[in-house]
């Protein structure tokens, strides 16, 4: 019977996401949001996967103690409340879902805006005070006003898109952009940072919260702006600093801000930023219509069920997307190239330097591609690393132990449809493996080193190298069953005629040590490797 893999839901969501378990078998769904992160850290272990929004902090700790987990799939945009590099470490997927509320937080960026420049909040406050003040609250135009959008992602295209729309000049920054790539905006300039500054009537900011764009807009940069400018935070608290726009706003250095973030979340009653009239607050709504709601609620539903049943990875942070198409094209080939690289790492000897990857063939696409070498990387680390390897982890530890990975394309599939080949460099030699899969499903290797084989990598196996000369086959079986070693099959290479050769055999059983022993003592063998796929 397959297990049930159990899901958390850990922060409030649209009943839709919930729903989407219901409908698929072999998953059970339990939402708990407002855990206490006591709470959260006696639960976890029992998931397989978590969905969170913004509430649950998934730190270090709790992926430690999450011994199940394999994905974190945030209902949202940011990620800043996932702890990506732990979660990296211990091979669990982290995605995201970006497009689900894009268009409820330009919206909300562009309600903000205008509230901004005609005092809405202010004036409904006043009026519901029981005061008429229409002279104290005459408000701005945005048509013809400059707009600086700090981030082309995708919140911050549209938010261009509809203020194009509005008749607004719009500039933006982003040094992921290119020229050729702001003119598809549509009405949007390219501008240099500083120059966005200057220019701005309205500054809008649209950009993760990371190490680079905490504090973006400082006082620096608050300084270069116009008194007459007004900036927006409807991105990540943080990102502005809130003590710094506080002060321009007091002592009229700027002439409004509207945010919907803040860096802590609720801010303190007296946080300097609500006392002000000139600004203008919501408690975090960007994403908060029930569309919105509804979208990343199903997205991550559907993304986690994905991942953990057909291994499809989708808005991942920490790991190339794979599509289920790709891994459907690659599914006989993934145990192949992963045994390849588990065959390198027990024949290997030193520590490794370099790995250098070639795909030869029609079939390895560079997504195909993407998905081999990590399943090659699998079977390589996890051989001599304590932690558990997988298709997330595989490239970080790779990156830690500082190996070299080459990765190419090759015209030369030496007679074969598809060929893959994977030469590791270690410390004290270097070896190459090659594989393909005959038909659609029958995977061999058919190079070790210079010898060309037809070996099966599967299950037991013994690796002798020897001098070829005759009877040396003979030496090897009546050794094996001497000492109860049934052979089931043996494949054989050579490099000249007299010269070396090298024999690959499965078997039913592991050859034990002294058998090993045994078969090198024998004249002619030169050495010899007993290896487990």
Known sequence: MTPILRVLVSDPVAPECIAVFKHEAGFEADYKAGLSKEDLLEIIPAY???????????????????????????????????????????????????????????????????????????????????????????????????????????????VARRAVALGMRVIGYD???????????????????????????????????????????????IARMKPSARVLNVARGGVVDEEALAEALAGGRLAGAALDVFEREPPDADHPLLKLENAIATPHLGASTREAQEAVGTASAHQIIG????????????????????????????????????????????????????????????????????????????????????????????????????????????????LVTAVVETTEKSRRVAGTIFGEKHPRIVYLDNYMTDAVPAGYMLIASNNDTPGMMGKIGTTLGRNGVNIGSMSMGRDTTGGTAVAILNLDSPVPPEVARELEAQPGILWTRSVKL
């Open 175 to 221: 040094p992921f952009v290119s020229g050729d790539g702001a003119t598809k905006l549509g009405g949007v300039e390219l501008q240099p940072f500083d120059e966005v500054l200057a220019r701005a009537d309205f500054l809008t900011v649209h950009v993760p919260l990371t190490d680079q764009t905490r504090g973006l807009v400082g006082r620096e940069q």
């Open 48 to 158: 397989a996967g978590l969905i969170v929004r913004s509430e649950t902090k998934v730190t270090a700790d709790v992926i430690e103690r999450a011994g199940s987990l394999r994905a974190v799939v945030r209902a949202g945009v940011g990620v800043d409340n996932i702890d990506v590099e732990a979660a990296t470490r211990r091979g669990i997927l982290v995605m995201n879902c970006p497009t689900g509320n894009t268009v409820a937080a330009a919206e909300h960026t562009i309600a903000m805006m205008f509230a901004l420049a005609r005092n809405i909040p202010q004036a409904c406050a006043a009026l519901k005070g029981g005061r008429w003040e229409r002279t104290r609250f005459v408000g701005a135009e945005v048509q013809d006003k400059v707009l600086g959008v700090l981030g082309l992602g995708k919140v911050g295209r549209e």
């Open 307 to 418: 991942y953990l049943r057909d291994g499809a990875i989708v808005n991942s942070v920490n790991m190339i997307a794979v599509e289920a198409g790709v891994l459907k094209r690659v599914a006989p080939w993934q145990p192949l190239a992963e045994r390849m690289g588990s065959l390198h790492a027990q024949l290997r000897e030193g520590r490794v330097k370099k790995v250098a990857l070639a795909y030869a063939g029609e079939l390895f696409g560079p997504s195909e591609r993407q998905v081999l070498t990590l399943s090659f990387l699998k079977g390589l680390l996890q051989h001599y690393l304590s932690a558990p390897v997988n298709l997330v982890n595989a490239m970080h530890f790779v990156r830690e132990g500082r190996i070299d990975l080459v990765e190419q394309t090759s015209l030369d599939t030496e007679g074969f449809l598809n």
